[in-house]
T-cell receptor, first 113, second 111 residues
Framework: KAGVTQTPRYLIKTRGQQVTLSCSPI?????VSWYQQTPGQGLQFLFE???????NKGNFPGRFSGRQFSNSRSEMNVSTLELGDSALYLC????????????FGPGTRLTVL | KQEVTQIPAALSVPEGENLVLNCSFT??????LQWFRQDPGKGLTSLLL?????REQTSGRLNASLDKSSGRSTLYIAASQPGDSATYLC??????????FGPGTRLSVLP
């Protein structure tokens, strides 16, 4: 069974640009969560999608948004990039009824110059 | 607000030693607790998940325990190997909410 995949793996952008990251969950998993990881703040929750609906949202500005498609694939978008958005962005998928055990993808390394 | 801490922040041990990593959380009304390892620049690998009704889980050389009343979990690694070198994170899930992660313990196992 294929794991969680994320594209692209690496991304370099400049301040003010916008970026879209993609996450494909494990087959059958309907919940996708997004996290930002930085050396200073650790792993912070961005949002969770389940069956195309945002179920939970973390404490991030409105520049961070996401969506989920009917095939459970998810995208997150960051508009008007700032230097502080440089981070490893991780997505995780889980299967309903399995105690929300989370399985993570390899991440997308975003560098904002 | 759930807060998760991990002690120690870093640990260096010789190969073959048994070791214990600690995770503490402030809200004991948890749904589950999950332990992960992360290699540098990589994603997280799930090691063990403990449901709120369980006291411990075992997988190979790993054993994780959960004491909800005291807000603690420990990850025990037996007979450590250099390949165990990584950052270990615990994450706590409250009912109807999202996972909250600890800052991690960076483990180095020296050959």
């Amino acid at each position: 069974k294929a794991g969680v995949t994320q594209t692209p793996r690496y991304l370099i952008k400049t301040r003010g640009q916008q970026v879209t990251l993609s996450c494909s969950p494990i087959s059958g998993h309907r919940s996708v969560s997004w996290y930002q990881q930085t050396p200073g703040q650790g792993l912070q929750f961005l949002f969770e999608y389940f069956s195309e609906t945002q179920r939970n949202k973390g404490n991030f500005p409105g520049r961070f948004s996401g969506r989920q498609f009917s095939n459970s694939r998810s995208e997150m978008n960051v508009s008007t990039l700032e230097l502080g958005d440089s981070a490893l962005y991780l997505c995780a998928s889980s299967l309903p009824g399995q105690y929300n055990e989370q399985f993570f993808g390899p991440g997308t390394r975003l560098t904002v110059l | 607000k759930q807060e998760v801490t991990q002690i120690p922040a870093a640990l260096s041990v010789p190969e073959g030693e048994n070791l214990v990593l600690n995770c503490s959380f402030t809200d004991s009304a948890i749904y589950n607790l999950q332990w992960f390892r992360q290699d540098p620049g990589k994603g997280l690998t799930s090691l063990l998940l403990i449901q709120s009704s369980q006291r411990e889980q075992t997988s190979g050389r790993l054993n994780a325990s959960l004491d909800k009343s005291s807000g603690r979990s420990t990850l025990y690694i037996a007979a450590s190997q250099p390949g165990d070198s990584a950052t270990y994170l615990c994450a706590v899930l409250l009912y109807g909410q999202n996972f909250v992660f600890g800052p991690g313990t960076r483990l180095s196992v020296l050959p």
